[in-house]
């Protein structure tokens, strides 16, 4: 069974930066794709950054440049850099198995001065 724990999230202030981080179980890792999704309140959910097995990566335009998404298969881990953090980043953030159906807790991120 796919778990999933994200973690890093909190409270920042406009401009500042936070790095999340997704470890993932039940799956061989490395030859999956992940990505970071998020949702604010009374918004739908929306994928803001994803990552291939191979490491290539593709951004929302409302986080490019801003965000970086990456990963260590050694650590079956994978990260969000958030940079220049606005209020509209406000969102519970969860991580994802591109092809799989589970979801993990998420983790909020608050951007408020």
């Known amino acids: 069974q796919v778990q999933l724990v994200e973690s890093g999230g909190g409270l920042v202030k406009p401009g500042g930066s936070l790095r999340l981080s997704c470890v993932a179980s039940?799956?061989?890792?490395?030859?999956?794709?992940m990505g970071w999704y998020r949702q604010a309140p009374g918004k739908q959910r929306e994928l803001v950054a994803s990552?291939?097995?191979?490491?290539?990566?593709n951004y929302a335009d409302s986080v490019k440049g801003r965000f970086t998404i990456s990963r260590d298969n050694a650590k079956n881990t994978v990260y969000l850099q958030m940079n220049s953090l606005t209020p509209e980043d406000t969102a519970v953030y969860y991580c994802?198995?591109?092809?799989?159906?589970?979801w993990g807790q998420g983790t909020q991120v608050t951007v408020s001065s």
């Open positions: 990552i291939t097995s191979g490491s290539f990566s």
């Open positions: 994802k198995v591109l092809a799989g159906d589970s």
């Open positions: 039940g799956i061989n890792f490395s030859f999956n794709a």
